[in-house]
């Protein structure tokens, strides 16, 4: 259907000529989902997850859009400035900043359209609601597995993810809650990455550098962890340094059951993006909305990693 | 070619180097209007101008460097370091017109340092000293804040990135003052035109007496400022100064100006083209993001109008008889 209209649209600047006018005549309810990005398989799931609750409901048309990258909260805001304007009926809104999204969510406030949050909560007080997941509990699964399978000695350090957002944070921020109750464990620092796998190794290559007798690595998204396991590979360290991940898609689960990476904390994308939809049609047709749902997270270890395969 | 008159082809060719972006312009405009019922709206081009301004503001500072064949690779990563300072000079609890003026001071005196890079060390091309700065103004922004976005700012600030006159949003007519401003001075003042001749032929330039490392360090300054007026202009959108701001920037605005119909050999290139050439670049997002394309088709139709543009030219000149 993109395509198709992505299609007409060239056509049309080639020929420069008439457009067939496309006006669906029955009554749509239009939500559109704005991401942080589109360029990771949690991403491409949370999208799948939120197609396959627009299909349960015919009458709700689902648009899925995202900038480049998730550095580029400029475009997020051009994007969510543009659907504004068209009026649609709800918008479910993954920020890729915090304070640098409210302006334009403002916007939304005054022009009557709910606007749901996704994935990583705002201080804002007029959203219709959350839908994601518990970060902070997340960062302390990670620090709990890293704590006993280092047997409580040794460094550590985290590979993190943009800084100032949400679930950054509070990942980080649950990670630290239980590392720094360990006396034997040396923290030496939160090293950012911005969520992406080049740049998770180049950061894992100079901590490896930095600090030859590192022990543990928690990093806050999966692309960083996979970038930081070829690190850790090309210095012949696997199995040798502690490796945790977190969202657990596939590549990253799969890493670990064949033991190069030892653990991921895991995100059910699929149920975050069909709940949030969910949410927003129920925010789109006025009828209330949950304020915070918390769809849950879990551990993948080599005992279970099979299991989130399927 | 051959059965056209040479007065003929060197009018149409004119033309088409003068009105060649405006034209693809308005028949995009109108091809989107056509698609989408919301695209000629009042709002909707208000977005789009809101949505262009930086941009434009960048892409007005890179063709004063670009006329005279060179190149600021600087301009995002200065955009972002004026940005940060400004935030943290109005937590510091700075008035806002002085955090404003910080932010243009910045961009301009590290333009400045390009310029004078390039021109008094003798380093071999542009592209080396604003690469450096790109480099150590983006790592600066990220020293100072420690990566974290610095948010919340005052509302006089803010006004200049979200406030409006009359209906009209102030990047706008940010945007349309430093137009007016850098037409005149581009045409109408001795160092305005010189520019255009150390594009042209550098060397010919100094032999007609055109002081032209100071002319240089001019245009990378004014360059360097449209990058601190940027910094004000988001950083107030936004309320934030974030020291990724501008990532990628410089290239946005390298292409603006190509679009607009400038010659990267230098010599050539006019402010209206440029501000279509922003314009095209945000019409063709605005209009993507109103169809609900993804993004990563629209640096797919980007891209191909920068290759577009530049063939058109390439053809036009070869078209033209005496050039």
């Known amino acids: ?111 009557g359209i709910p606007v749901l949050i996704v994935d990583t909560d705002i201080p804002w007080p007029h959203r219709a609601g959350f839908v994601g997941i518990d970060n902070r509990l997340g960062g302390r ?33 649950g990670f630290l809650d239980v590392i720094q109750k360990v006396p034997g464990i040396h923290f030496v620092g939160a090293q950012p990455a911005n969520s992406e796998r080049a740049l998770g190794m180049t950061v894992m290559e100079n901590l490896l550098t930095r ?45 670990v059951l064949d033991g190069r990476m030892d653990a991921v904390v895991a995100q059910f994308p699929e149920r975050i993006g069909e709940r949030a939809i969910q949410e927003a049609i129920k925010a789109a047709r006025g009828q209330p909305v949950e304020k915070f749902v918390d769809i849950g997270t879990g551990l993948v270890t080599r005992e279970n990693a099979h299991e989130f395969l399927r | 070619m051959t059965a056209m008159p040479a007065w003929l082809a060197r009018a149409a060719s004119e033309a088409l180097r003068r009105f060649g972006p405006l034209l693809a312009l308005l028949l995009m405009a109108a091809a989107l209007s056509l698609l989408s019922e919301h695209f000629l709206t009042l709002d909707n081009l208000l977005n789009v101008f809101r949505q262009s301004a930086v941009n434009a503001l960048l892409a007005l500072g890179q063709l004063t460097v670009i006329i005279t064949a060179g190149i600021d690779l600087s301009v995002g990563s200065l955009l972002g370091l004026s940005c940060v300072l400004a935030a943290m000079a109005l937590k510091a609890g700075v008035p806002s017109a002085a955090a404003v003026l910080l932010a243009l001071a910045t961009g301009a005196v590290l333009g400045a340092l390009n310029g004078i890079l390039f021109t008094k060390l003798r380093l071999p091309h542009p592209f080396i000293p604003t690469l450096g700065m790109m480099n150590v103004a983006r790592g600066l922004a990220l020293v100072l804040t420690g990566g974290f976005p ?68 001019l245009a990378y300054s004014l360059s360097g400022l449209m990058a601190g007026a940027g910094a004000v202009i988001l950083a107030g959108r936004m309320n934030s100064g974030f020291p990724l701001a501008g990532v990628g920037a410089e290239l946005d605005s390298i292409a603006a100006v190509i679009i607009g119909g400038a010659s990267f050999f230098g010599g050539v ?55």
């Not at chain 1, 696997?238 to 799969?254: C, H, P, Q, S, Y």
């Not at chain 2, 050439?277 to 945000?282: N, R, V």
Request: proline share 4%.
């Open chain 1, 1 to 111: 259907m993109r395509n198709r209209r992505f299609i007409s649209f060239l056509l049309v600047m080639l020929l420069g000529g008439a457009a067939c006018s496309r006006s669906a005549k029955t009554k749509k309810l239009d939500i559109v989902l704005v991401t942080k990005a589109l360029d990771s398989e949690f991403w491409q799931r949370l999208k799948s997850g939120a197609e396959q609750a627009a299909r349960q409901n015919p009458e709700v048309r689902l648009a899925v859009l995202a900038p480049e990258r998730e550095i580029n909260i400029d475009q997020q805001v051009a994007i969510l400035e543009d659907q504004i304007l068209k009026r649609v009926a709800a918008l479910a809104v993954a920020p890729a900043g915090v304070a640098e999204i409210i302006p334009v969510l403002e916007k939304a406030r005054a022009a």
């Open chain 1, 141 to 173: 699964m990670a620090a709990e597995f890293i704590v006993r399978a280092i047997g409580g000695r040794g460094k550590v350090a985290v590979i993190r993810g943009v800084l100032g957002v949400a679930t950054q944070e509070d990942r980080l921020a």
């Open chain 1, 211 to 255: 600090h030859p007798d590192l022990r543990a690595v928690f990093a806050t998204n999966d692309q960083m962890a996979l970038g930081a396991m070829e690190a850790i590979a090309a210095r012949n360290l696997t199995g040798k340094i502690v490796l945790v991940g977190f969202d657990a898609g596939r590549e990253a689960v799969r890493a």
């Open chain 2, 150 to 217: 610095i948010s919340e700012l005052p509302s006089p600030f803010r006004f200049w990135g979200a406030g409006a006159v009359a209906g009209i949003p102030m990047p706008v007519i940010v945007v349309l003052f430093f137009c007016v401003l850098f037409h005149l001075f581009l045409t109408r003042t001795t160092p305005g035109r010189d520019l255009y001749a150390i594009g042209g032929n550098r060397q010919a330039a100094l032999l007609c007496g055109v002081p032209v490392d100071r002319r240089l360090i």
């Open chain 2, 269 to 323: 290139g006019t402010v209206l083209g440029t501000l279509v050439g922003a314009l095209i670049m945000g019409v063709l997002r605005n209009g993507l993001n109103l169809l609900n394309v993804s993004a990563y088709w629209q640096t797919v139709v980007i891209g191909a109008v920068i290759v577009a543009a530049v063939w058109v030219d390439v053809v036009r000149q070869r078209a033209a008889p005496g050039r």
